[in-house]
């Protein structure tokens, strides 16, 4: 059983930071790509950012030059660097990885962001 725990979430002002951490846990023989998502009431979850197994990473345009997406493959762990955040980065925040042979997909149950004066 894979378990995807994610930490780091919360409210902040606008212009302020936020780490986010997804530690994987259980199961799990190699993980391809991990991601961030997030969704907001209303909206549909879209991609914040995501990184390969090789380092190469891909960012949502809302969020380039402000989020960065880094991982730590020892500790089966991945960051998600919020920089300058604005109320429309509020949103509940999942972490996704790809792994296995078989390319499965699993998520972890989320953290809210919150960016509000």
């Known amino acids: 059983q894979v378990q995807l725990a994610e930490s780091g979430g919360g409210l902040v002002q606008p212009g302020g930071s936020l780490r986010l951490s997804c530690a994987v846990s259980g199961s799990i023989t190699s993980i391809n790509a991990m991601g961030w998502y997030r969704q907001a009431p209303g909206e549909e979850r879209e991609l914040v950012a995501s990184i390969t197994s090789g380092g190469s990473t891909n960012y949502g345009d809302s969020v380039k030059g402000r989020f960065t997406i880094s991982r730590d493959n020892a500790k089966n762990t991945v960051y998600l660097q919020m920089n300058s955040l604005k109320p429309e980065d509020t949103a509940v925040y999942y972490c996704?990885?790809?792994?296995?042979?078989?390319?499965?997909?699993?998520w972890g149950q989320g953290t809210q962001v919150t960016v509000s004066s």
């Open positions: 996704n990885i790809v792994a296995g042979k078989g390319m499965y997909s699993y």
